[in-house]
Nanobody, 127 residues
């Protein structure tokens, strides 16, 4: 059974940093791309960042490019999202998810390419 558990969220101020973690189990983690998405009550779930199954490539939403970094520890079955220079508009619930396809040759970014969402972790950034 696929399980994804996010952690690391919290309440911070503008310019602060947070490190989100997503611990995975129940599937061969090293063979699947992973992604981070976020959602608020007012907006649909949106892509934030994703990393190829072998951690050889990454993709970012324009809104977080240069501030967020996704990484994947295949030995530890964990994907991370380092968030720097946080802004109030980053306030959201953050979710990790696994790619539907094993060893996809490119980095997926579409919502429909992912499955098995975690419970999410809240990030609140105040000015």
């Amino acid at each position: 059974q696929v399980q994804l558990q996010e952690s690391g969220g919290g309440s911070v101020h503008t310019g602060d940093s947070l490190l989100l973690s997503c611990s995975a189990s129940g599937f061969p983690f090293s063979q699947f791309a992973m992604g981070w998405f976020r959602q608020t009550a007012a907006k649909e779930r949106e892509f934030v960042a994703a990393i190829k199954w072998d951690a050889d490539a990454t993709r970012y939403a324009d809104s977080v490019k240069g501030r967020f970094t996704i990484s994947k520890d295949n030995a530890g079955n964990t994907v991370y999202l380092q968030m720097n220079n946080l802004k109030p508009e980053d306030t959201s619930f953050y979710y990790c998810a696994k790619d539907r396809q094993r060893r996809r040759y490119f980095v997926p970014t579409e919502l429909g390419s992912f499955q098995s969402w975690g419970q999410g972790t809240q990030v609140t950034v105040s000015s």
